[in-house]
């Protein structure tokens, strides 16, 4: 689309078995940004999107960690 401008990246994050977690954005210029939270054995533990808006942001679903120990948190942005 005209206008718009995606864009990637990987956050690493230590965790502990059993926090809890959620991802949260503030208001901004994101349309869309897409998330996976990998745990540190590879496993894939929580995948979606989220879809903000400029006045209230978003927030995911709270996430229970599986396992201690570094995870990967790849983002995936789109913005006006």
């Known amino acids: 689309q005209q ?10 994050v230590r965790g ?3 926090e809890v977690v959620a991802l949260e954005l503030r208001n ?7 998330y996976n939270l990998m745990a540190p054995s590879g496993r894939t533990v929580a995948s979606a999107s989220l879809n903000p808006n400029r006045r209230n942001g978003a927030r995911s679903a709270y996430i229970q960690l599986p396992e201690t120990g570094t995870y990967q948190l790849v983002l995936n942005a789109e913005s006006d």
């Open 3 to 12: 206008g718009s401008d995606s864009r990637s990246e990987t956050v690493r």
């Open 16 to 18: 502990c078995r059993g």
């Open 28 to 34: 901004g210029t994101l349309r869309s940004l897409t």
